[in-house]
């Protein structure tokens, strides 16, 4: 009788978990998440305010790459539209002409991967903006880390001869 008592009390005390760090609650979120994958259950995370939010598994999304001659900002999006994750290489801690480098374009994609991780997306589509430098170096990179690209569309407005230009400079 008094074996079978103290081995309940060792499993309740098992199964509650104290959070006592950042890193700790990380760690409990990762278990949570792989435990609901292996029951097919809905992982739930708890944001700043207390209220639950459902983590929803997308494996398919849209890659938007804007790439200008002074930063590199790209943004995944699900099939419906709605923003995933989404990193610049100013937000990666490059300052000044160092955002507009191929360099900064892969540790944005990085930083992407980071964060797509979460929802398990493993194809893409991209859909690339702007001249910068960034725009085929992210691309690259976004394939060398293992997503399966579906598809590139270029989608920079070049004009048709369309707009007057100003009058030339009398100097």
């Known amino acids: 009788m008094s074996e079978e008592k103290t081995t309940q009390v060792v499993e309740a005390t098992t199964d509650e978990t104290q959070v006592t760090s950042p890193d700790d609650a990380k760690q409990s979120e990762k278990k949570a ?10 992982v739930y995370i708890r944001s700043a305010k207390g209220k639950k939010r459902v983590m929803k598994s997308v494996s398919k999304g849209n890659a938007y790459v ?15 539209g709605n923003i995933i994750a989404w990193s610049s290489s100013g ?19 990085n930083d992407i991967a980071d964060a797509l991780e979460r929802y398990g997306v493993r194809e893409l ?6 001249i910068g430098n960034g725009k085929d170096a992210a691309i690259r990179s976004l394939n060398a880390k293992g997503f399966s690209i579906t598809g590139i569309k270029e989608r920079t407005p070049v004009p048709h001869n369309g707009c007057r230009p100003r009058r030339a400079r009398r100097v």
């Open 125 to 130: 589509m991209v859909y690339v903006t702007g």
């Open 66 to 80: 804007f790439a200008s001659l002074n930063n590199t900002i790209i943004s995944v999006a699900d099939p419906h």
């Open 91 to 109: 937000k990666c801690g490059f300052k000044g002409p160092k955002k507009a480098t191929p360099y900064a374009a892969g540790v944005v994609v």
């Open 33 to 42: 998440e792989s435990k609901a994958k292996a029951t097919n259950q809905k």
